[in-house]
């Protein structure tokens, strides 16, 4: 019996259309001047206008903050900071993929709680009350939607800093299928892998726990399900809603059970060779899983069981292997790279990487001990 302590923080307004609710959830809230964080893609294909003529018709003064790239950095957080100083919010809405919702949560944290974003690199180092939050995810990806966790790389440095604290979490998060059918092939793809990548390795680390892992499952059923589903049609709906809802319950799971060494593998090589975040984890994923399944076979038996019988699915096959080549045809089939030679990582370069990602939190709570002897054959086997 593993004791475990979770805490709903997040309200998860589901189905679609739902984006029209934006402004009534944020008057609820008690929201009078909302800051909607956005990037220039998801500004481009009209959402962040929906959002705001929701939030307009609530009766709300609204501005948006467009200063967002892939992956926000630092700087991306103190430009919104001096933004939301001069338009005085009392809410903010994250409006786009992992990347605007992270940002929205970082400058939430400077603009409440001041200081720089390097303060508040680990768990609970918010003092201060922090500004009620929505958001409206249009990816189906990073779960960031239902985490109190920010994603914020260094600008210097470029290390990718987990700044957590449950006053960070978004208040509601509106999960609206519709948004995410305007994402390009590539973003669908390496959005899903992510997603994916979470479901599994919540289920299976040091910290899990029946919470977790019960969203952990469901999740990766959802995911599963729709993931080729996506690729193949677009344009399905049902299929979207899959995934959109499977990524926000992964990221549940993550809040209750944190993540593993495919991530803490992946980091770095985005870091040092700007391989995007889902691409480096379908590179390592599949390795990962045969790492862990030593010691996991049972709770990946488990996963292998919640896939069995999905129509369009081919049947795994049995064990850890079985799990693993079936991601791996995931990965395949999202037309990735499944070899670091191929990403034009250097061969001479992996013993460095191996410190670099034995250096990364989330390795800690990975279920077999990972060193960097253990990182380096993982990246060996990938190479």
């Given at each position: 019996?593993?004791?475990?302590?979770?805490?709903?923080?997040?309200?998860?307004?589901?189905?679609?259309?739902?984006?029209?609710?934006?402004?009534?959830?944020?008057?609820?809230?008690g929201?009078?001047?909302?800051?909607?964080?956005?990037?220039?893609?998801?500004?481009?294909?009209?959402?962040?206008?929906?959002?705001?003529?929701?939030?307009?018709?609530a009766?709300?003064?609204?501005?948006?903050?467009?200063?967002?790239?892939?992956?926000?950095s630092?700087?991306?957080?103190?430009?919104?900071?001096?933004?939301?100083?001069?338009?005085?919010?009392?809410?903010?809405?994250?409006?786009?993929?992992?990347?605007?919702?992270d940002?929205?949560?970082?400058?939430?944290?400077?603009?409440?709680?001041?200081?720089?974003?390097?303060?508040?690199?680990?768990?609970?180092?918010?003092?201060?009350?922090?500004?009620?939050?929505?958001?409206?995810?249009?990816?189906?990806?990073?779960?960031?939607?239902?985490q109190?966790?920010?994603?914020?790389?260094?600008?210097?440095?470029?290390?990718?800093?987990?700044?957590?604290?449950?006053?960070?979490?978004?208040?509601?998060?509106?999960?609206?299928?519709?948004?995410?059918?305007?994402?390009?092939?590539?973003?669908?793809?390496?959005?899903?892998?992510?997603?994916?990548?979470?479901?599994?390795e919540?289920?299976?680390?040091?910290?899990?726990?029946?919470?977790?892992?019960?969203?952990?499952?469901?999740?990766?059923?959802?995911?599963?399900?729709?993931?080729?589903?996506?690729?193949?049609?677009?344009?399905?709906?049902e299929?979207?809603?899959?995934?959109?809802?499977?990524?926000?319950?992964?990221?549940?799971?993550?809040e209750?059970?944190?993540?593993?060494?495919?991530?803490?593998?992946?980091?770095?090589?985005?870091?040092?060779?700007?391989?995007?975040?889902?691409?480096?984890?379908?590179?390592?994923?599949?390795?990962?899983l045969?790492?862990?399944?030593?010691?996991?076979?049972d709770q990946?038996?488990?996963?292998?069981?919640?896939?069995?019988?999905?129509?369009?699915?081919?049947?795994?096959?049995?064990?850890?292997?079985?799990?693993?080549?079936?991601?791996?045809?995931?990965?395949?089939?999202?037309?990735?790279?499944?070899?670091?030679?191929?990403c034009?990582v250097?061969?001479?370069?992996?013993?460095?990487?191996?410190?670099?990602a034995?250096?990364?939190?989330?390795?800690?709570?990975?279920?077999?001990?990972?060193?960097?002897?253990?990182?380096?054959?993982?990246?060996?086997?990938?190479?």
């Amino acid at each position: 019996m593993i004791p475990f302590d979770y805490q709903p923080i997040t309200r998860m307004v589901f189905g679609p259309g739902k984006i029209a609710s934006l402004g009534s959830l944020a008057t609820e809230l008690g929201g009078r001047r909302a800051m909607v964080v956005s990037d220039a893609g998801v500004i481009a294909a009209g959402h962040a206008a929906r959002g705001l003529e929701s939030l307009t018709a609530a009766g709300l003064e609204t501005v948006l903050y467009q200063g967002v790239h892939e992956n926000p950095s630092t700087e991306d957080v103190e430009r919104g900071t001096a933004f939301a100083r001069e338009f005085a919010p009392d809410i903010l809405v994250g409006l786009g993929g992992g990347s605007s919702m992270d940002c929205a949560k970082g400058v939430n944290f400077l603009l409440t709680n001041g200081g720089r974003m390097q303060d508040y690199w680990g768990v609970g180092k918010a003092k201060l009350p922090m500004l009620p939050m929505i958001a409206v995810p249009t990816t189906s990806g990073t779960g960031s939607e239902s985490q109190s966790f920010a994603l914020i790389s260094d600008a210097q440095t470029h290390a990718k800093m987990a700044c957590g604290d449950k006053k960070a979490a978004f208040k509601v998060a509106i999960l609206d299928p519709v948004l995410t059918l305007t994402q390009p092939p590539r973003v669908t793809a390496l959005t899903g892998i992510d997603a994916i990548s979470h479901a599994l390795e919540s289920h299976v680390t040091t910290k899990r726990n029946a919470a977790s892992q019960a969203f952990s499952r469901e999740a990766w059923r959802l995911l599963a399900r729709g993931f080729t589903q996506v690729l193949r049609q677009p344009g399905d709906l049902e299929a979207r809603g899959d995934m959109q809802l499977g990524a926000c319950l992964a990221g549940l799971a993550i809040e209750n059970s944190m993540l593993g060494a495919t991530h803490a593998l992946a980091n770095p090589l985005t870091a040092e060779y700007g391989i995007a975040h889902g691409q480096a984890i379908g590179l390592m994923l599949p390795h990962v899983l045969r790492f862990n399944g030593l010691v996991m076979s049972d709770q990946y038996a488990q996963l292998l069981e919640a896939v069995v019988g999905i129509p369009g699915l081919p049947p795994p096959s049995s064990g850890v292997a079985g799990l693993a080549d079936f991601v791996g045809g995931l990965v395949n089939a999202a037309n990735l790279p499944t070899r670091l030679r191929d990403c034009h990582v250097a061969q001479e370069r992996l013993p460095k990487l191996a410190e670099f990602a034995a250096k990364q939190w989330t390795g800690t709570f990975n279920p077999r001990p990972v060193g960097p002897t253990e990182l380096l054959a993982l990246y060996e086997q990938a190479f």
